[in-house]
């Protein structure tokens, strides 16, 4: 369902355009009846369709989810259950770097094609963060986020690897993005208030930003470097969509040409994991991506953790 701010702002009190002036998102899309699993189906049948593969044809499902359906077991076993692919017939497991997961993803699936340990891969994204936001605490946070899903099918070709993965760690911001509960950290028996306290999501803007200025520049140089690309060599940026605001930062940050950079914030929000395909996929659809385009994907993810990888389509 598409939801607008403006509708947001009515429904938790709010001046009439504080939403869309505070985080530059004029709608998301929230799920209603579906849940994380549906999404992931869908998104994934969609893939497999686009790429004329039957669903008995994949022997590898990597889940590159922001947040699991559950904390036990992963997520992409019960994926390939409703895709009805069969007992024994795939090997199935998730991936998590939160909003970088389905790069991680995409980099580990192509190693181990290449190994010719598996033929087909199925990687998705699915994430609803509709349902951990801070409304009551920091609505301007909760506001730039929305729901979505994409999947993509990738096989292991005899041509060279046209693919480079960079990403690098700061943990002394690990705080800064967070839902702390729902794993070992806190025990729900002994204190089951600060257990469900610690469920909505929480996030210093601040210290994110500082992480973010301090090192992303040279780290989109030497992304650019490992792949033996120039800024003017690239075709199309597709980057995380944390915010319309941290989108326009990159770019100037970056020198990137802002035509170059699939910017789709302002209208799907921080959809986690799912922005990057899902960007993916609107610029295919769009006509954007042709044959022999280089480009570069590049994020942020909660821990924190800068990621990118350059491609030749």
Known sequence: MKVHSRDLD???????????????????????????IDLAVEASRRALQDADVEASEVDLIISGCGIPYQTLPSTAPLVQKELGIGNGMASAFDVNSTCLSFLNALDYAAHL????????????????????????????????FGDGAAAVVIRHTSGPDNRTFHMRTYPSAY????????????????????????????????????????????????TLAAAGWSKSEVDLVIPHQASPHALSHMIRLTGFDAGKVVNIASEYGNQIAASIPTCLDLAIRQGRIERGCKLLFLGTSAGVSLGGMTFEF
């Open 10 to 36: 009515r429904q938790h009190d709010m001046p009439a355009g504080h939403l869309e002036s505070a985080t530059g998102v004029t709608s998301r899309y929230y799920c209603t009846g579906e849940s994380q």
């Open 175 to 222: 705080d800064a993005c967070q839902i702390a509960a729902g794993g070992t950290r806190f025990d729900f028996h002994k204190d089951n208030r600060e257990f469900a306290e610690n469920t909505v999501f929480k996030m210093n803007g601040a210290d994110l930003f500082r992480i973010t200025v301090a090192n992303f520049s040279k780290f989109v140089d030497e």
């Open 113 to 144: 094609l290449t190994t010719g340990s598996f033929r087909t891969a199925l990687l998705f994204s699915a994430d609803i963060a509709s349902r951990a936001l801070p409304w009551r605490e920091a609505p301007e946070v909760a506001g730039l």
